[in-house]
């Protein structure tokens, strides 16, 4: 359910916490992975296609650089390293 916030001057869509959470923006994070071509992104199209703060894509991505999941190629270009196919792991390089 979508609450409705008035103020003084705008309209405020309030979204259902689930919609902001890390797991939710994980999930549709590695969505965009799958589609990348390479696997690789730019954080600030990450940003604004989840229309989130660029500071919540940084949550996910320090996690899965933390794991060796992603390497960053440069301040706004991450790349996923693990290929993952029908359960098998193996690394795009």
Same mark, same amino acid.
Request: charged share 25%; hydrophobic share 40%; proline share 2%.
């Given at each position: 359910?979508?609450?409705?916030?008035? /103020?003084?001057?705008?309209?405020?869509?309030?979204?259902?916490?689930?919609?902001? /959470?890390?797991?939710?923006?994980?999930?549709?994070?590695?969505?965009?992975?799958?589609?990348?071509?390479?696997?690789?992104?730019?954080?600030?199209?990450?940003?604004?296609?989840?229309?989130?703060?660029?500071?919540?894509?940084?949550?996910?991505?320090?996690?899965?650089?933390?794991?060796?999941?992603?390497?960053?190629? /440069?301040?706004?270009?991450?790349?996923?390293?693990?290929?993952? /196919?029908?359960?098998?792991?193996?690394?795009?390089?």
């Amino acid at each position: 359910m979508i609450e409705l916030q008035f /103020s003084d001057r705008t309209l405020k869509l309030k979204k259902p916490r689930f919609d902001a /959470s890390l797991v939710y923006l994980t999930r549709k994070f590695m969505d965009l992975v799958k589609t990348a071509p390479d696997g690789v992104l730019d954080l600030n199209e990450v940003a604004t296609t989840l229309g989130v703060r660029k500071r919540r894509v940084y949550d996910i991505t320090n996690v899965l650089d933390g794991i060796h999941l992603i390497q960053k190629r /440069s301040k706004n270009l991450i790349q996923w390293v693990v290929k993952l /196919s029908q359960g098998q792991v193996s690394t795009y390089q």
